[in-house]
């Protein structure tokens, strides 16, 4: 078993500034949310210390708004369990070695790095203007090398990974039957992991491998391509093993939470979660599984390489409030597939104009209902849009109506920042 202190590791890079999150009166309820693998919602059984581990960014180019969707998750999550008096260590990596990067870098005729560096700082920046509150660990790849050759030695050393019979180029790859509950968290069948595969960055006709399914976990020296020394040859980390490496090492063999958005499902989480119960031993890598549904626009899904990019920067120069950016995303259920365009923008800016509004009232009705509501929605596998929908009913009855109470407005606003993460 892996301990935080069995691995060499350097520091992990900086992440962004925090926002300030108030603490309200009393304490929220317990978290519950859908579980991928056990596909229903059930209580997030967390300790004093509640775990997570997020998926980061491969930094080829900037932030849109399926990835701000995802990582709106994972901060209701953490404001949610903060609400709930927890202690919220969040670890997310970054990517910042893998493919995309290198074809992006040469077609735009930059260093790997400095287009790396470039988008994460972007990156950053755009997740401080949408007041993400920041992981504990913020590690990137290349900051794990030593963890990660730690990871793959072991599994060499037990069977669960194997060296294929190439003299020029001999990859490390892990047998997909290395432990016998592969595909619980996927709930797959093998054409569907088959086709996923191929799609999300496998390599099933690589030739000496075991089976086609068998994931990289090293990749052996290639021209023009950067390395790093270990036992096994000069190389570089594959991805899932990045994630099993950098979650083991900064919080256990066990996290409360593995997370990202729909696609990583599988191939991604399905094998860095057997990395790394092949390593530990434990049955399940996580005790929850969840995952954040697409962001689509102009009919499909937002992503890169089809170029159909809202990006959060952008709205930002265009003097969009970040604050309605959050909004627009909360108004569908994070587990949906859904899109955004100018009317769900537009809805949001109305929205939080009313809520303002409401807010800045000299006096405005009860709150003592509308806050709870509002963290039992947000509690009950993260329902934002009743939670939005229970704020618009108490704006409403303050603009319609007034109400005696002067802090009832002030009490909202801080209710709103602590648990959505929008200043009023």
């Not at 962004?16 to 009393?26: D, Q, T, Y």
């Amino acid at each position: 078993m892996l301990s935080h202190t069995s691995m060499s590791k350097v520091e992990a890079m900086q992440s962004w500034s925090a926002p300030s999150v108030p603490v309200l009166p009393g304490r929220g309820p317990q978290l519950r949310l859908y579980d991928s693998a056990d596909r229903q919602v059930r209580p997030v059984s967390a300790g004093a210390t509640a775990t997570m581990y997020v998926c980061g960014i491969t930094p080829y180019d900037a932030t849109h708004l399926g990835h701000a969707a995802t990582y709106l998750t994972f901060d209701l999550v953490n404001r949610v369990w903060r609400d709930g008096e927890h202690d919220v260590h969040y670890v997310q990596n970054i990517t910042d070695v893998d493919d995309p990067l290198f074809e992006r870098a040469a077609r735009d005729g930059i260093g790997w790095r400095e287009l790396g560096n470039r988008e994460t700082d972007l990156f950053r920046e755009d997740m401080a203007a949408l007041r993400v509150v920041p992981p504990r660990d913020y590690v990137a790849a290349t900051e794990a090398i030593a963890e990660v050759v730690e990871v793959v030695e072991k599994m060499l050393a037990s069977g669960a990974a194997y060296v294929v019979d190439d003299p020029q180029y001999p990859d490390v790859y892990f047998h997909a039957g290395a432990t016998t509950q592969f595909g619980y968290e996927s709930g797959y069948d093998r054409d569907t992991m088959m086709a996923l595969f191929s799609e999300r960055g496998g390599d099933p006709d690589r030739p000496g491998k075991s089976d086609p399914l068998d994931a990289l976990l090293w990749r052996a020296e290639r021209p023009d391509e950067p390395s790093w020394p270990s036992p096994f040859g000069p190389g570089r980390p594959g991805w899932h093993v990045e994630c099993a490496a950098i979650a083991m090492t900064r919080i256990g063999t066990v996290v409360d939470i593995q997370g990202g958005g729909s696609d990583l499902i599988f191939p991604h989480h399905e094998f860095s979660a057997a990395h790394a119960e092949c390593v530990s031993g434990e049955r399940r890598f996580a005790r929850h599984y969840v995952h954040a549904g697409m962001i689509g626009w102009d009919g499909h899904k937002m992503s890169k390489s089809r170029g159909n990019l809202v990006l959060v920067s952008q709205l930002r120069r265009d003097g969009v409030d970040p604050a309605a950016i959050r909004l627009g995303l909360f108004a569908g259920h994070y587990r949906e597939d859904r899109y955004w365009s100018p009317a769900v923008l537009d809805e949001a800016q109305q929205r939080l104009h009313r809520w303002r509004s409401a807010t800045a009232l000299d006096g405005a009705p009860d709150t003592r209902d509308v806050i709870s509501r509002v963290r039992r929605y947000l509690a009950d596998d993260l329902d934002t849009p009743k939670a939005l929908a229970a704020l618009d009913g108490w704006a409403t009855d303050a603009l319609s109506y007034g109400g005696h109470d002067a802090e009832a407005g002030a009490t909202v606003a801080t209710a709103v920042d602590a648990l959505l993460g929008i200043q009023l």
